[in-house]
């Protein structure tokens, strides 16, 4: 971002300034390498993965259906869909609550990329000294051969990150194919050069911008901490005085804390903060910090856990407390959700029955006296398997029904059917006015595959 002046005083914006970000291991990378590593693998597989002869996990948008290992999910499942987010954000409260940002440190698709992208940069270039003097050195061909080779290399992996994301709505066999042939549509190939500029953008350009001014969770995780949350701190009554010292003099000694101002917890931020300054919105917990002051801690001979997973309670001297109303209270949510969530997805019928009546005759007289009414019958099978489907219908009035009554339903079809429904002149007399009928489809191979539909049988008023 560029500077733009708002007044003589100042700029509205802050320059960008680029990050050389120290790459660092301790148990905590260590922990999160495992993480990403996992959701690398699981991103990658998935969309390879077929069940029933399909891809395991489609979204299929154009004919608006999602498959989900066995489970196919329509439009009219979009309650489904809203519980499961409305779940996901409970999820995400309670445990930031209890232990901070975790999501961000240890499981965000952005976190996930970037450490990859500068792990990349760190093969190619070297370590952070490195980097600089390569940035601070005038073009030549050996500048030029190792810049070409990390940019290519990043292109390279955005281009996998986008091949295998628009695997999960397109077939990636098919778009494998399509492919190696060079005959994929324009479709395709739109989104390929789209979501592989923006993996690339995001991925090295717009690292830290994201987390500091795109995601919105940054913005407000910090209403749900309290003085109990796990937060990564700098234990300032440990650490200041800071400053640098001589390795054979204590810090006691020499009248300084145990912090020896080396900065390379600043160096080792993905987002370039200084966590000695306290908590600020752009920590993503990732824990760097931590595993680079503990090494340094090591060397010197000090006691680690300058900067280490703490509560706020725990640095002031306060009893934590991790069982809290707030904890409670978004757990109790959670289970409830879960609970409600899993019963809905259990309790799923894969069947659909809609009835339209006839709204050009509301009602018509047979040769008999009796009344007739006229329906469309939609059944939509959401099943994927074809299931063969008895059709009845009942109500207050004995009914006749008049139509198939057995039809057979292929996988994902919609099929219109029209009947019609006749009560004879003998058993109009056995209610007033309008009357409620139910219409019922009931699969024959599965009895659990049942639904059913009301609707109204219109007859004159005398």
Known sequence: MGNQE????GSLYEKRKKLYILWVKGRFQALRNVSLTVLILFF???????????????FNLPERKFFMFGITFWPQDFIL?????????????????????????YACPQTVWTKYFIWIE????????KRIALDRSPWNWRKLRIKGIKHASWILLAFFIAFTAVGFFIP???????????????????????????SYVTGTFLREQVCIYMCPYARFQSVMFDTNTLIISYDEKRGEPRGHRKRKLTAEEQGKG?????????????????????????CIGCAACVDVCDDVMDKMGYEPGLIRYCTENELNGVETRRVTPRVVAYGLVMVLMVSLFSYRLVSRVPLSLDIVRDRARLYREVYDGGIENTYTLKILNMDQVGHRVALSAEGVLAVQYAGKQEVFVEAGEALSLPIHLVVSPENLKSAEGNTDVTFTAQSMDEPKVRATHESRFIRPVN
Do not use: M
């Open 81 to 105: 869909l809203s519980w499961f987010l409305i779940l996901s954000v409970f999820v995400l409260f309670f445990f930031t609550v209890v232990a901070g940002r975790l999501w961000c440190g």
């Open 122 to 129: 760190h093969l190619v270039e070297g370590d952070r000294n």
């Open 6 to 9: 708002s007044s003589p005083g």
């Open 44 to 58: 990658y597989l998935l969309p390879w993965l077929e069940w029933q002869g399909r891809p395991a996990v489609w």
């Open 258 to 282: 145990s912090c020896i101002d080396c900065k390379l917890c600043v160096h080792a931020c993905p987002t370039g903060i200084d966590i000695r300054d306290g908590l600020q919105v752009e």
């Open 172 to 198: 990636i066999r098919e778009l494998y194919q399509g492919l190696v042939s060079l005959s994929l549509g324009s479709s395709p190939t739109f989104w390929l050069v789209a979501v592989t500029g923006f």
